[in-house]
């Protein structure tokens, strides 16, 4: 058998425990892994759940926090249900990034069978309180649910009908003290009820993974940074003075119909200001 389809059994107190486990209701007697056990102690994981049914919309916003979070370092904690969860993981994978998916079954006998079983127990984990051979059963998954929540630092719903298994998480997350965040759908959209619901009841609201990031860890918001733009004949003429559109023609020696017209376009982008008397100036905030 190769050494990642091997189940690995730890224990409270032994090196691989999360500590997160250690202070939430009903904590697992041991875990059983398949691939990388480091990945539980990682410092920083959030969770991202959802449901089986996503819109194109809600897949889309898995795999695009999935990645970004652990492109950010950030370890993408999900329960690998179709839907929602798989594309969290799949969006971590694929980017290279960490990702654990808490099962409700054996780690041997994972559910739902598919590719993105081998990529996670080859580049991610497998993390199951059920020993080996344990087939999955309905009420394994509600269960599981306080360990996807109790790994995590917080867990972000993201699409959820009104009766879902990611509010069963999102109250898991709320007992163990963790922050539950949750993502904005539709109005008109039964998947977007659930989310709506937590957003009323005091989950937070997020947007982008950068915003979630920063609301989870504490750390400012970083704007990508903009390309300086070349600074204009006109406007680098008049840095430090005012002058006519005749003034400035004749300093640049151009033709003063094309000068106007690029003050005029400069003062609508708000870079320079028109004052009496036909003189035109920088604007304060400068180019």
Known sequence: MAERERALMIEPGGPSWPASLEHIDGPPGALWLRGRAELLTRERRIALVGTRSPTPYGEAQALRFGAALAEAGVTVVSGMARGVDQAAHRGALKVEGDTVAVLGSGVDRPWPRGPLVGELAERGLLVSEFPPGQSP??????????????????????????????????????????????????????????????????????????????EVYGEPRRAPAKPRKPESPCAAALRGETMTADELAARLGREVEQVLVELVGLELAGDLVRCPGGLWRRAERGL
């Open 137 to 214: 059963r309905p009420h394994h998954f509600p269960l599981r649910n306080r360990i996807i929540s109790g790994l995590a630092d917080a867990v972000l719903v993201i699409e959820a009908a009104a009766a879902s298994g990611s509010l069963i998480t999102a109250q898991w997350a709320l007992d163990q003290g963790r922050g539950v965040l949750a993502l904005p759908g539709r109005v008109d959209h039964p998947m977007s009820r659930g989310t709506h619901r937590l957003l009323r009841e005091g989950a937070q609201l997020v947007e982008s993974p950068e915003e979630l990031i920063s």
